[in-house]
Nanobody
Framework: QVQVVESGGGLVQVGGSLRLSCAASGSVFSIDYMGWYRQAPGKQRELVAQITSGGDTTYADSVKGRFTISRDNAKNTVYLQGNSLKPEDTGVYYC???????????????WGRGTQVTVSS
Protein backbone atom coordinates (compact mmCIF):
# COMPACT_ATOMS: atom_id res chain seq x y z
CA GLN A 1 0.00 0.00 0.00
CA VAL A 2 1.22 3.47 -0.89
CA GLN A 3 0.45 6.58 1.15
CA VAL A 4 0.39 9.92 -0.64
CA VAL A 5 0.29 13.10 1.39
CA GLU A 6 0.04 16.64 0.03
CA SER A 7 0.90 19.84 1.85
CA GLY A 8 1.24 23.54 1.18
CA GLY A 9 -2.19 24.70 0.17
CA GLY A 10 -3.95 27.75 1.53
CA LEU A 11 -5.22 31.21 0.70
CA VAL A 12 -3.17 33.18 -1.82
CA GLN A 13 -3.71 36.62 -3.30
CA VAL A 14 -4.05 37.13 -7.03
CA GLY A 15 -0.59 37.42 -8.50
CA GLY A 16 0.94 35.58 -5.58
CA SER A 17 2.79 32.28 -5.38
CA LEU A 18 2.37 28.87 -3.81
CA ARG A 19 4.48 25.77 -3.39
CA LEU A 20 2.84 22.40 -2.94
CA SER A 21 4.63 19.26 -1.82
CA CYS A 22 3.61 15.64 -2.09
CA ALA A 23 5.39 12.70 -0.51
CA ALA A 24 4.83 9.02 -1.27
CA SER A 25 5.66 6.32 1.24
CA GLY A 26 4.92 2.70 2.00
CA SER A 27 5.27 -0.16 -0.50
CA VAL A 28 7.24 1.78 -3.09
CA PHE A 29 9.84 -0.01 -5.19
CA SER A 30 9.86 2.51 -8.02
CA ILE A 31 7.85 5.52 -9.13
CA ASP A 32 7.29 6.49 -12.75
CA TYR A 33 4.86 9.38 -13.10
CA MET A 34 4.13 11.86 -10.33
CA GLY A 35 1.54 14.48 -11.05
CA TRP A 36 -0.71 17.22 -9.81
CA TYR A 37 -4.38 17.47 -10.66
CA ARG A 38 -6.94 19.99 -9.52
CA GLN A 39 -10.67 20.13 -9.23
CA ALA A 40 -12.60 23.38 -9.10
CA PRO A 41 -16.13 23.49 -7.69
CA GLY A 42 -18.57 22.04 -10.17
CA LYS A 43 -15.85 20.96 -12.57
CA GLN A 44 -14.07 17.75 -13.40
CA ARG A 45 -10.64 16.95 -12.08
CA GLU A 46 -7.98 18.04 -14.56
CA LEU A 47 -4.28 17.48 -15.01
CA VAL A 48 -2.15 20.45 -13.98
CA ALA A 49 1.33 18.98 -14.46
CA GLN A 50 3.17 15.68 -14.35
CA ILE A 51 6.77 14.55 -14.35
CA THR A 52 8.45 11.24 -15.13
CA SER A 53 11.27 9.65 -13.19
CA GLY A 54 13.62 10.95 -15.87
CA GLY A 55 12.40 14.51 -15.47
CA ASP A 56 10.18 14.86 -18.54
CA THR A 57 7.33 17.25 -17.80
CA THR A 58 3.86 17.94 -19.12
CA TYR A 59 1.74 20.99 -18.30
CA ALA A 60 -1.81 22.05 -18.87
CA ASP A 61 -1.96 24.98 -21.29
CA SER A 62 -3.57 27.10 -18.60
CA VAL A 63 -0.50 26.93 -16.34
CA LYS A 64 2.37 26.88 -18.83
CA GLY A 65 4.91 29.54 -17.99
CA ARG A 66 3.47 30.03 -14.50
CA PHE A 67 3.77 26.62 -12.81
CA THR A 68 6.82 24.40 -12.45
CA ILE A 69 6.78 20.78 -11.40
CA SER A 70 9.86 19.09 -9.95
CA ARG A 71 10.68 15.98 -7.99
CA ASP A 72 13.23 14.53 -5.62
CA ASN A 73 13.52 10.85 -6.48
CA ALA A 74 15.52 10.07 -3.36
CA LYS A 75 12.67 11.37 -1.21
CA ASN A 76 9.78 10.14 -3.41
CA THR A 77 8.54 13.70 -3.37
CA VAL A 78 7.08 15.95 -6.03
CA TYR A 79 6.67 19.71 -5.86
CA LEU A 80 4.52 22.23 -7.66
CA GLN A 81 5.61 25.86 -7.74
CA GLY A 82 2.92 28.20 -8.95
CA ASN A 83 3.50 31.88 -9.72
CA SER A 84 1.28 34.71 -10.96
CA LEU A 85 -1.74 32.93 -9.55
CA LYS A 86 -5.19 33.66 -10.93
CA PRO A 87 -8.66 33.14 -9.42
CA GLU A 88 -9.18 30.28 -11.87
CA ASP A 89 -6.31 28.41 -10.20
CA THR A 90 -8.60 27.92 -7.21
CA GLY A 91 -9.46 24.33 -6.41
CA VAL A 92 -8.47 21.21 -4.56
CA TYR A 93 -5.07 20.04 -5.71
CA TYR A 94 -4.49 16.30 -5.74
CA CYS A 95 -1.24 14.43 -6.07
CA UNK A 96 -1.14 11.22 -8.10
CA UNK A 97 1.70 8.72 -7.95
CA UNK A 98 2.17 5.83 -10.40
CA UNK A 99 4.36 3.28 -8.65
CA UNK A 100 5.37 -0.35 -8.45
CA UNK A 101 5.73 -2.24 -5.20
CA UNK A 102 8.13 -4.81 -6.72
CA UNK A 103 10.36 -4.82 -9.81
CA UNK A 104 8.08 -7.31 -11.57
CA UNK A 105 4.77 -5.83 -10.47
CA UNK A 106 2.35 -3.75 -12.46
CA UNK A 107 2.26 -0.02 -11.88
CA UNK A 108 -0.71 1.30 -9.97
CA UNK A 109 -1.98 4.76 -9.21
CA UNK A 110 -2.30 6.20 -5.73
CA TRP A 111 -3.97 9.50 -4.89
CA GLY A 112 -3.61 11.88 -2.01
CA ARG A 113 -6.58 13.41 -0.21
CA GLY A 114 -5.98 16.81 -1.74
CA THR A 115 -5.09 20.26 -0.49
CA GLN A 116 -7.24 23.36 -0.99
CA VAL A 117 -5.82 26.32 -2.85
CA THR A 118 -7.87 29.50 -2.92
CA VAL A 119 -6.76 32.48 -4.97
CA SER A 120 -8.49 35.63 -3.87
CA SER A 121 -8.40 39.25 -4.84
Amino acid sequence: QVQVVESGGGLVQVGGSLRLSCAASGSVFSIDYMGWYRQAPGKQRELVAQITSGGDTTYADSVKGRFTISRDNAKNTVYLQGNSLKPEDTGVYYCKVDSKSTWYGKPHASWGRGTQVTVSS
